[in-house]
């Protein structure tokens, strides 16, 4: 009697050690317990150019992008509809706003309208300005009329590193519409684009570039989710070149 008890108590003992030993795999297994931080994402690596008081640091860009070329089936068959001219433009940045009419009474275009977009379009970096394509302010003028609502300019003419930009020529515009959303925005854009047009969105920021291509390229769409952890974009820093020096 004594040894079969005694049996039953090691036997016993065997499976509670067993199950100590199954155990902690088995919750591990499951997943991380309550209280567990899952382990971050890592982020963008730190880059550092220059020594001393002219280094210079940012996180490396993440560059996420996809594009496609239109075809001739998807690009607007009809002339667009003259829009009423009225321009109402804010620039987040400088806070400076203008409500101007680029047409004259005759349909021509008015000057004085189209200089002073100018000045609004100009390189934050440089202060450059340059005069922007017509047609730009066209199509934000039948953007304005179709929305009824201010149209806010985040970036337009720069002198910057990426000299094939259209921003770098004039005929680029990256804007955003209060109350719009971006996507809203984008789709009502390509229907604009009789060819020619290159136009993109840009989710984590959302806001949507329209250009106008040079002569001879098709029209372009892209999508950019890029990650700029700094809060910056390589591609709007201007050239060392195109720097103006004070006084010259």
């Known amino acids: 009697m004594f040894f079969m008890m005694f049996s039953r108590l090691a036997l016993v003992a065997a499976c509670v050690g067993v199950l ?36 210079r640091c940012h996180r490396e860009r993440r560059v996420t992008i996809t594009n496609h070329a ?4 998807e690009l607007r068959g009809a002339p667009i509809a003259r829009p009423s ?15 101007v009419n680029i047409y004259n009474d005759d349909g021509s275009y008015n000057q004085e309208s189209l200089a002073a977009l100018d000045q609004l379009w100009a390189c934050r970096k440089t202060h450059e300005v340059r005069a922007v394509d017509p ?38 515009m990256d804007v955003r519409i209060e109350g719009i959303s ?33 002569p001879g390229e098709r029209s372009v769409r892209w999508t950019d989710t890029s990650s700029h952890a700094d809060g910056s974009d390589p591609g709007k820093l201007p050239s060392r070149s195109w720097v103006r020096k004070p006084n010259s």
Do not use: W
């Open 182 to 214: 971006f996507q809203t925005v984008y789709d009502y854009a390509q229907t604009l684009d009789p060819g020619g047009m290159g136009i993109g969105r840009y989710p984590n920021m959302s806001f949507v570039h329209i250009d106008f291509r040079a």
């Open 85 to 99: 001219g009225r321009v109402h433009v804010f620039v987040p940045a400088t806070g400076a706003e203008l409500d």
């Open 70 to 73: 239109v075809t001739q089936d």
């Open 135 to 172: 047609r730009l302010y066209e199509v934000l003028s039948t953007i304005t009329d179709h929305f009824g609502r201010r149209v806010d300019l985040y970036s337009g003419f720069r002198f910057q590193q990426n000299e094939g930009s259209r921003h770098f020529h004039a005929s680029a």
């Open 20 to 55: 100590s030993l199954v155990a902690p795999v088995t919750a591990s297994a499951a997943g991380p317990s309550k209280g567990k931080v899952a382990k971050k994402a890592s982020r963008p690596r730190l880059v550092c150019t220059g020594t001393g008081k002219a280094r």
